[in-house]
């Protein structure tokens, strides 16, 4: 297990070499960026957002984020030009991240996507790269545009030919975060780190006391639920060798996978922060509904499942739904928000970006896709903003300008990516 930022640790210092070492670790502090998808558009008489910093107003479907509105920016207007006019649904999602044209047929070819860009170019400092996670399995064959159902159930591609491998189960992805193989698996890593944990508590101060014996409290919820995920899963596998299937034809939750899809989309935001918060990590994606999503959410009350609801993208239900997805980046937020680092908290050293692959799921329309931003990378990245360049040009409003931009901020400069050369304005 790897420490969250420990103020303590630093010595004791005086107070002009304090600030210093204060100015000095802020500078020395990772940043961190991770991508939501929700698939098939959102609730267009609902989404939006206007006025700037504590007098941001905020529609119905992005009411979850009113607690964060000083840290979050609502960017309406952006679009990959490429991914219009291409046919529905996957030609819209194989671009998302890359905004580099896809290939119809067997043979699949796009571009590398965002978050693995800054992957090859930060990742080498963590351990893991990056932390790939989904909580809907992907598609096979061919969608009726005579684009493989690939592009519609991945948004992380580590090159041209070849989506990331999405993680499904939250416990090995608890487990890959935390190095759980073979018999370790059976044993609680809080088990495993006990006696040193204690040591580290005799020495530091009683805040930083206070803030271990949260970390490692939170370690332990997670871990919780994860055990009883790993019987299912282990269950899953038994059950798929009994019947002679393989588990991914099985249905959720006899494949192992949570039930409640709440309970699965929060423990994998749980499963990114301890990877953001432990620096075992530095970029995350994480796709809650998939293009041509099959989620049924009953707890909402509503009878069809995503895709289904999103043709009604004006309806109560339909809305109830983006809301409900809209709320998981609010709660990865605040959980990172919570968790001090520096003179801040991790948050503030964070980018995460929420994005769905179309505007409106009725008429199928990309023209625009709906962008939200959460933190300010370390103050690089200025927050608290409606942000519309939806009149701005075609030239002017580009999704990899806005992807540019934010890799300049976190210190991967390129000439160039996907159809921008430019940064966005405004940004």
């Known amino acids: 297990m790897a420490l969250p930022w420990l103020e303590s640790l630093s010595g004791g210092l005086g107070t002009s070499s304090a600030v210093a070492a204060e100015s000095s670790a802020a500078d020395a502090l990772p940043k961190r960026f991770a991508v939501m998808f929700m698939g098939n558009g959102i609730s267009p008489n609902h989404w939006w957002a206007k006025g700037s910093g504590a007098e941001l107003e905020l529609g119905k479907s992005l009411a979850p984020l009113e607690p964060l509105k000083g840290k979050i920016n609502v960017i309406q207007g952006l679009f990959n030009k490429t991914a219009t006019g291409q046919g529905i649904h996957p030609a819209m999602t194989g671009q998302l991240l890359s905004g580099v044209p896809i290939q119809k047929g067997a043979i699949i070819h796009g571009g590398i996507s965002l978050d693995q860009m800054l992957a090859n170019h930060i990742g080498q400092d963590t351990m893991q790269p990056s932390m790939v996670l989904a909580c809907e399995r992907p598609m096979t064959g061919y969608h009726e545009t005579n684009f ?125 922060a301890l990877g953001f918060q432990t620096d075992k990590t530095r970029v995350a994606s994480l796709l809650l509904a998939r293009d041509l999503s099959a989620l049924y959410y009953p707890f909402l009350k509503v009878k069809e ?74 103050g690089a990245l200025a927050t608290g903003r409606a942000l519309d360049y939806t009149t701005a040009g075609d030239d002017n409003r580009k999704l990899c300008s806005l992807y540019l931009g934010i890799m300049d901020r976190m210190g991967v400069k390129l000439d160039r990516f996907g159809d921008a050369e430019a940064r966005l304005a405004g940004l």
């Open 305 to 378: 499942q995503h895709h289904g609801a999103s043709h009604h993208d004006t309806s109560d239900d339909y809305e109830n739904i983006v809301r409900f997805n809209v709320s998981q980046l609010a709660y990865l937020a605040q959980k990172l928000d919570q968790m001090p680092e520096g003179n801040g908290t991790v948050l503030d050293r964070s980018c995460l970006m929420f994005i769905s692959n179309m505007w409106s799921g009725t008429n199928h329309d990309n023209k625009k896709v709906p962008v939200i931003t959460v933190g300010g990378l370390g």
């Open 148 to 272: 493989s159902n690939a592009y519609s159930s991945h948004i992380s591609w580590q090159t041209a030919d070849s989506p990331v491998p999405n993680e499904m189960y939250p416990s090995l992805a608890f487990d890959s975060l935390f190095e759980n193989g073979g018999t370790l698996r059976n044993i609680s890593v809080l088990d495993r780190v006990k006696e040193h944990a204690g040591k580290l508590g005799r020495k530091i101060s009683s805040t930083d006391k206070a803030k271990l014996d949260e970390y490692l409290g939170s370690v332990r919820d997670v871990e919780r639920s994860i055990e009883r995920m790993r019987s299912d899963k282990d269950k899953a596998e038994d059950r798929a060798k009994q019947t002679g299937r393989p588990v991914f034809t099985l249905k959720r939750p006899d494949d192992g996978l949570p039930g409640d899809v709440r309970e699965h989309f929060r423990l994998m935001c749980d499963i990114i």
